[in-house]
């Protein structure tokens, strides 16, 4: 496997089973309820990644104050989103042949269920059989994001922050990263209290990221233009608050994640099938056949310390939410 970013890491347990998974293209009409419950995961998960790491105290800069930040988070997922249930009463033209219907979703481990596909196919049936794609627990089992952040004092006691992950090229690969945020110092609107150590703050943050990874230089199936394209918007609102003093800073917030993808796969897939009691195969071309989204929201509970050098600091947290997230930083402050 190639050597890259952190981001990149989804791609890659994206792409690592992107030869099998356009095998589950075969399921046509089925495919994009079969491909939903198998990457749910590392979709969901990418998702709530991307709302950590915005904040490492809820003070705010002084004008014109700023700080660079380099920023690391991983998802954790969820036991009972490593695996789902095959119920054939879900699908029009699938039904478990062998294996358990307890299948490992893509941040699973292995498996070995085998579907049968049975279409009708005027007065016959084309059939086919598969095993799901194994999970990559063996490689990857949480859903990483990274990213470079920048805030800035301004007027009202309030910072704006911009994060960026600028376009990342590969032969394969093409992702970038871009978010917003915004956070207001609430301790000065109570007097002579915004002396203390303590901060109070308000935040809200946006960030987007999109990536397209060519399937169609890997030996999958026969077809032409085949690539996948994801989508990730998310956006959190949080109440921050810390106690600062010269070295150690402790702070947290309690807050509000939600976050909206969508995952294709384009192209046009020819896909063979066997007529059913015969040898005689025939085979079928279809265009752009995933279009679907994935929508997660949760409550936000966030705990995390940092260490101040001077202008450097270092800073780690946990935030618990329907994916536990950890993230860890470094930073260059000057308020």
């Known amino acids: 496997m190639k050597k890259i970013t952190l981001l990149l890491v989804f791609l890659l347990s994206f792409s690592a089973k992107s030869q099998e998974l356009e095998m589950l293209l075969l399921a046509k009409g089925d495919a994009n309820l079969l491909?939903?419950?198998?990457?749910?995961?590392?979709?969901?998960?990418m998702s709530y990644s991307l709302n950590n790491g915005w904040n490492h105290t809820a003070k705010t800069h002084k004008k014109l104050g700023f700080d660079i930040s380099f920023t690391a988070n991983i998802a954790l997922v969820p036991s009972s989103k490593k695996t789902f249930m095959f119920n054939s009463n879900d699908y029009k033209y699938l039904t478990l042949e062998s294996g358990s219907n307890e299948i490992n979703t893509v941040m699973g481990g292995n498996n070995s269920s085998e579907i049968g596909i049975r279409i009708p196919d005027e007065d016959n049936y084309k059939i086919r059989q598969?095993?799901?794609?194994?999970?990559?627990?063996?490689?990857?089992?949480?859903?990483?994001?990274?990213?470079?952040?920048?805030?800035?004092?301004?007027?009202?006691?309030?910072?704006?922050?911009?994060?960026?992950?600028?376009?990342?090229?590969?032969?394969?690969?093409k992702a970038s990263l871009v978010g917003f945020g915004i956070k207001h110092n609430l301790m000065q609107y109570f007097g002579p209290l915004d002396k203390l150590p303590l901060n109070i703050a308000l935040f809200g943050g946006f960030t987007t990221m999109n990536a397209t990874y060519n399937l169609q230089n890997r030996d999958g199936l026969p077809g032409n233009n085949q690539e996948t394209k994801t989508k990730f918007n998310s956006y959190t609102i949080q109440t921050l608050a810390s106690l600062d003093f010269p070295i150690v800073s402790i702070y947290g917030g309690i807050g509000f994640d939600k976050g909206s993808s969508n995952l294709k796969i384009n192209g046009t897939y020819d896909l063979t099938y066997t007529i059913e009691g015969t040898n005689t195969t025939v085979t079928e071309s279809i265009i752009d056949p995933i279009n679907m989204d994935f929508d997660v929201s949760s409550i936000t509970g966030t705990l995390g310390i940092r260490l101040s050098l001077g202008f450097f600091k270092i800073y780690g947290n946990y935030t618990i939410k329907e994916y536990n997230t950890i993230s860890t930083g470094i930073s260059f402050s000057f308020r």
């Open 35 to 45: 491909i939903k419950n198998y990457m749910s995961p590392v979709m969901e998960g």
């Open 130 to 173: 598969f095993t799901m794609p194994d999970g990559i627990s063996n490689e990857v089992n949480t859903v990483p994001s990274a990213m470079i952040q920048a805030s800035v004092g301004i007027p009202f006691d309030t910072n704006i922050s911009f994060r960026v992950l600028p376009t990342i090229k590969t032969n394969d690969v």
